[in-house]
């Protein structure tokens, strides 16, 4: 059988890409100047750069037009896969850590190896956790403006587990969720292994930040069967935003009137010193609100929570021991200790002044660069100059040992901006510094080319 013009030619270019006779960043023919080179017709020119795209080997860019793709990039440009060399300067994941954590644990465990209790330990536990500890977290949410009951808040494994709780129980595949045109990677992948619709919600740019457009979210609402909304109002990842009081009204006001359920995704928020009301405070009836005690304590504590509706708590609860029965008995009586002892707001303020100091470094050496963030967190979002490509930008620092994240995990909508997410909380400062260095060196490099 005579292969077809169209496969041969989809064949064709993507052998001149993998050999490298196509380089990364060239820019390739118009649809319409191909059509014509090749003799075929322009929706089979669109089909070809179609495929080519589904395969990972060109991104079409609109205004701009269809290059080719950096191929030795990792996946998702390094944000699913952790930085492993010894030498590489990772600044794609956040794990900030202080240097007195080391002896907090040591002393919390010995509390734990002399409490009463320990026995009870090494049970399985209520799936939702035992009474007190649910109480501990609900005086834990209280001094942060929301006040809720013990028997609304649920402890899982994480966040990440708490957001999968939150839409296995929740949400039917199918469902379309609003989210954030650019968001946390995370709730991503979680859509799409539940096989949700996730429906980007443009951002503004106001020059000196990044907000998320109401007037698009409540058009959003009124064309399509929108279920639910995910956001992240308080120190906004990756854009670091912590939307005003009169905001979050607007947000609820759309959501009471096309009946969204929503997941207020509050990971980032203990960074932002008194910020306004959660949206949980502000819409308790409708709003799932899930965090942890990876960020602020530590990344091998595994516990988070849901704060929940009561009415919803038998369904999440169910969830929970669908997937792991209970969150680890040791973890969460070490994180409620903490909690009870006033450790964990300590811990809170040293990172909340840490990540301060790292930011001011970072704008420092960014110098006259726009930078997007808040002051006080652990990541920064630098859009890139209009010549200059991410994947290029990417794939340089991983040559030079320093591993960053494009746009492209944090995207949803088809149009990606070049720009990178700098994660700032892993590396000790010195490093840090050098690692910053190295950014700024390569993105002048490519300016000058």
Not at 375 to 388: N, T
């Amino acid at each position: 059988m005579v292969r077809s013009r169209y496969k041969s030619l989809v064949d064709s270019l993507a052998a001149e890409i993998r050999s490298g006779r196509l380089a990364p960043g060239t820019r390739l023919p118009t649809h319409r100047t191909l059509a014509a080179e090749e003799g075929v017709a322009l929706a089979t020119a669109t089909r070809i750069y179609a495929e080519l795209a589904s395969m990972g080997l060109v991104s079409g860019e609109a205004g701009r037009g269809t290059f080719v793709r950096e191929l030795g990039l990792p996946p998702g440009h390094g944000v699913d896969q952790q930085a492993t060399a010894p030498e590489m300067l990772d600044m794609n994941f956040n794990y900030p850590a202080l240097p007195e954590q080391t002896e907090l644990l040591r002393s919390g465990l010995r509390h734990l190896a002399s409490a009463g209790d320990l026995e009870a330990l090494l049970r399985y536990q209520p799936h939702a956790g035992r009474p007190h500890e649910r109480a501990a977290v609900a005086r834990y949410l209280a001094c942060r403006g929301l006040a809720v009951t013990a028997q609304q808040v649920l402890i899982v494994s994480g966040a990440q587990h708490g957001l999968a709780v939150s839409v296995m129980a929740l949400l039917d595949p199918g469902d379309v969720v609003a989210v954030d045109s650019l968001s946390y990677p995370g709730f991503k992948v979680l859509a799409e292994s539940q096989r949700l619709e996730l429906l980007p919600v443009a951002v503004v740019d106001q020059g000196t930040g990044m907000q998320p457009d109401m007037d698009a979210l409540a058009a959003c609402c009124a064309q399509r069967r929108v279920r639910a909304i995910y956001a992240m109002p308080t120190v906004h990842n990756p854009l670091g935003w912590v939307l005003t009081l009169s905001q979050r009204r607007r947000l609820v006001a759309i959501a009471r009137k096309h009946d969204l359920l929503i997941i207020e995704d509050a990971a980032y928020a203990f960074l932002a010193d008194a910020p306004p009301a959660p949206l949980a405070a502000l819409a308790p009836e409708r709003t799932l609100y899930v965090s942890g005690f990876s960020k602020n304590l530590a990344t091998g504590l595994r516990v988070g929570y849901v704060v929940a509706p009561v009415k919803w708590v038998p369904r999440l609860e169910r969830v929970i021991r669908a997937t792991t029965w209970n969150t680890p008995g040791v973890m969460s009586a070490l994180v409620c200790h903490w909690l009870a002892d006033g450790t964990a707001a300590r811990v809170e303020a040293q990172k909340r002044a840490d990540a301060a100091t790292r930011q001011a470094l970072a704008r420092r050496i960014l110098g006259d660069r726009r930078c997007i963030g808040h002051a006080e967190s652990y990541f920064l979002w630098l859009p890139l100059p209009a010549e200059v490509r991410a994947e290029q930008v990417v794939m340089a620092l991983l040559h030079a040992n320093v591993a960053v994240s494009s746009a492209e995990p944090f995207a949803h909508a088809q149009q990606v901006p070049h720009a990178l997410r700098l994660a700032l909380g892993s590396l000790p400062l010195p490093l840090l510094e050098t690692a910053l260095q190295r950014v700024v060196q390569v993105i002048s490099d490519w300016e000058l080319r």
